[in-house]
């Protein structure tokens, strides 16, 4: 099962949106969408995040709000009425509010009593946050709210406590006798949570057992969303810069290969599968056309074929630790290569050596560094490119780590160079290394001694 304790996330598209930046000083706020059976502890788990990202205007609402109101037949009947099911909630107008808060307006949250079953005025005024929750036991039902949502958590409490929680809750705050509880949790509750709470487990990024008692997981949790707020700030800046969704599978093995302590043997396996999924995504980047196959049981399918000239470029000798996850993925692809000097005392970059298929300018180029650190060697790279005619937008550009000042300097000077990486780092520090960072790749993946220059070979 998938659940934080056992590092296991499902790789789910990151959803963002992209601006430039001239675009406005509108922040678009990151959605997270807490779900999970009645009384299982979201509320308290999303209080819990919240007081730890105290320095970040947060809102946090619940779906409840959201119940429609009953009409007198219903009133009647009130007993027999499952507010368990999707059609209780009013998910129109829940859409309206996360899409104004999306884009900047203030919204009006439904006041929702549970006593009378009515919507009451006023509303609850809410007003674009840096983050914004949305918290219900359904919030991950619709296809529609998901797509919102930059991170989707399901809270996952054994049956029985969150029974004792709902009588408690309901006898209490919603003035409601324990037999009514009981009959509406057996006729209701119980068979909507198996038919459609459960089910919406599956699209959960987090999985978080036993709830508000798992302080480990809400930790990481928290870690999480700081590093991906400060990668959503730059891809909304920069259109062309992607981050792969950061599970935390993947923190894990950044986890390994940054720490000073870990073998050559297991920082090459971990980097190796760190590269093979930022090759992958790069991948996903190429233009495609549909393309309708017949399958072997004679149906067609519709799918997709991506375009077939493309080639890869590696910086040495970093770089050359990217090729064999290429060759992986892109079976007899050409692979080029550039070899950048740089003065010590200028920063200046100097081409030393490139072999480059001689119809470059024809193909998409993968440039392969794994860490973007000043950006200069990038820069002098994708000039290299550029000026054997290949068109900007033809390069994506793979690497595990990126500077914010890296990818400053080769968006402002190549805007249409599409970056793809794994995580961007805090910075640099007084000698051009990234923080954290994960030191000299080269001298690591290859096992040299610092310093020591590859001799530029051909692949092609």
């Known amino acids: 099962m998938k659940s934080v304790n056992a590092a296991a996330l499902k790789n789910t ?8 930046s001239e675009q406005s000083q509108l922040k678009v706020p990151f959605i997270i969408g807490v779900a999970g059976g009645t009384a299982s502890g979201k509320t308290t788990v999303c209080d819990m995040i919240i007081a730890q990202l105290h320095d970040q205007r947060v809102v946090l609402f619940n779906q409840d709000a959201f119940y429609r109101s009953l009409n007198d037949e219903q009133l009647k009947k009130v007993g027999e009425y499952n507010f368990d099911h999707p059609d209780a909630f009013d998910t129109e107008l829940l859409l309206s509010c996360v899409e104004k808060l999306k884009h900047g307006r ?23 946050s840096d983050v914004i929750i949305l918290e219900g036991i359904l919030v991950l039902h619709d ?29 209490v705050q919603r003035g409601r006798n324990v037999e009514n509880v009981l009959d509406q949790y057996a006729k209701f509750v119980k068979p909507s949570f198996e038919e459609f709470i459960l089910p919406s487990m599956k699209y959960a990024d987090v999985i978080i057992p036993r709830g508000a008692d798992n302080e480990v997981a809400i930790d990481l949790i928290v870690q999480h969303i700081r590093t991906k707020l400060g990668q959503h700030d730059l891809c909304k800046i920069y259109s062309n810069v992607f981050v792969i969704y950061s599970t935390f599978q993947i923190r894990g093995m950044h986890t390994l290969v940054r720490d000073a302590k870990t073998t050559k043997h297991d920082f090459v396996f971990y980097a190796d599968r760190l590269i093979r999924l930022v ?20 149906s067609v399918y519709t799918g997709v074929i991506f375009y077939q000239r493309l080639c890869g470029v590696s910086i040495i000798r970093s770089g050359e630790s990217m090729e064999n996850a290429l060759r992986a993925c892109c079976k007899g ?9 740089g003065d010590t005392n200028t920063g200046a970059k100097e081409l030393i050596y490139e072999k480059l298929p001689s119809d470059i300018s024809s193909r998409h180029v993968l440039l392969l560094d794994p860490v973007l650190a000043s950006g200069n060697s990038a820069v002098k ?5 550029v000026s054997k005619g290949v068109p900007e937008s033809n390069i994506i550009f793979l690497n595990l780590i990126a500077s914010p000042e890296g990818i400053h300097a080769v968006c402002k000077k190549y805007p249409k160079v599409k970056i793809v990486t794994s995580e961007i780092d805090r910075g640099l520090n007084t000698e051009m290394r990234v923080i954290p960072g994960m030191g000299e790749f080269g001298d690591r993946y290859f096992g040299t001694a610092p310093k020591r220059l590859p001799t530029p070979t051909s692949q092609l």
């Open 279 to 298: 090759v992958e995504h790069g991948l996903g980047h190429l233009p495609f056309t549909e393309k309708q196959i017949t399958t072997p049981t004679g």
């Open 381 to 385: 790279a994708i000039s290299v490119l």
């Open 13 to 20: 598209s990151d959803n963002r949106s992209n601006g430039g």
């Open 106 to 128: 203030v919204a009006t949250i439904p006041n929702y009593d549970f006593k009378t079953h009515q919507r009451v005025e006023p509303g609850r005024v809410v007003n674009p």
């Open 143 to 171: 296809s529609r709210v998901r797509d919102l949502m930059n991170m989707k958590i399901f809270v996952d409490t054994d049956s029985d406590v969150r029974l004792g929680r709902r009588l408690r809750r309901d006898t």
């Open 333 to 341: 692809i050409k692979i080029g290569k550039i070899l950048i000097h």
